[in-house]
């Protein structure tokens, strides 16, 4: 199984901020995805990382709100833009085992914002 | 209906005791099905595969009845360490893979 690491694994920020979360993957990945999930509630999915081109957003997500990059096949950015209380939960990356169709996902980052 | 639907618990189970857990999913192109298991305040963590025609992992065992769409994950002799939340999860054949908002297990001493 791939190694996912994420940073920060936490911050406190404040309304009107944005904050930028890193996803590092050790080993070269076809797939990668952006989750949250708030407080008690299930995971969904943000978006598709794509290499090279731009992300693949789910219902209810927009770029200008969560801009992604992917530069290679091994990292990828997920920003929260102008963050208000509603963006505090946990922040998830999500990769695709190579050889397998399951999925792996980082430690996550914890975010509240007040 | 919901693509995925999962009784919440929790499940309040003596330790030793054996404990299933069905899930029914609405997308009948669905693919592949997983198990995870998700500590709180932790990512979800692949607990095993689900093929068509069962597969077991020590104590755990997991079923699939694509007619009905439901999948079943049984744990036997539970221990203290089961305590978790179990997210049933099948995968669509654009990669996307769906989570319910999983069933939630205490082992009791």
């Known amino acids: 199984s791939a190694v996912i690491s994420q940073k920060p694994s936490r911050d406190i920020c404040q309304r009107g901020t944005s904050l930028t979360i890193q996803c590092q993957v050790d080993?070269?990945?076809?797939?990668m995805f952006w989750y949250r999930q708030q407080p008690g509630q299930s995971l969904t999915l943000i978006a598709t990382?794509?290499?090279?081109?731009?992300?693949?957003?789910e219902s209810g997500f927009v770029i200008d709100k969560f801009p992604i990059s992917r530069p290679n096949l091994t990292f990828s950015t997920l920003t929260v833009s102008n963050m208000s209380p509603e963006d505090s939960s946990i922040y998830l990356c999500?990769?695709?085992?190579?050889?397998?169709?399951?999925?792996?996902f980082g430690p996550g980052t914890r975010l509240t914002v007040l | 209906r919901k693509e995925v639907e999962q009784d919440p618990g929790p499940f309040n189970v003596p330790e030793g005791a054996t404990v299933a857990f069905n899930c029914t999913y609405s997308?009948?192109?669905?693919?592949?099905f997983f198990w995870y298991r998700q500590d709180c305040r932790k990512e979800p963590k692949l607990l095993m595969s689900?093929?068509?025609s069962g597969n077991e992992d020590g104590r755990f065992t997991a079923q699939l009845n694509r007619a009905s769409q439901y999948i079943s994950l049984l744990i036997r002799d539970s221990k203290l360490s089961d305590s978790a939340t179990y997210l049933c999860?099948?995968?669509?054949?654009?990669?996307?893979?769906?989570f319910g908002k999983g069933t939630r297990l205490h082992i009791l001493p």
């Open positions: 990382a794509n290499q090279g081109s731009e992300a693949t957003y």
């Open positions: 999860v099948p995968q669509n054949r654009d990669d996307k893979i769906i």
């Open positions: 997308n009948s192109a669905s693919q592949s």
């Open positions: 999500s990769v695709e085992g190579v050889s397998t169709d399951t999925q792996y």
């Open positions: 080993s070269q990945v076809t797939m």
């Open positions: 689900v093929y068509s």
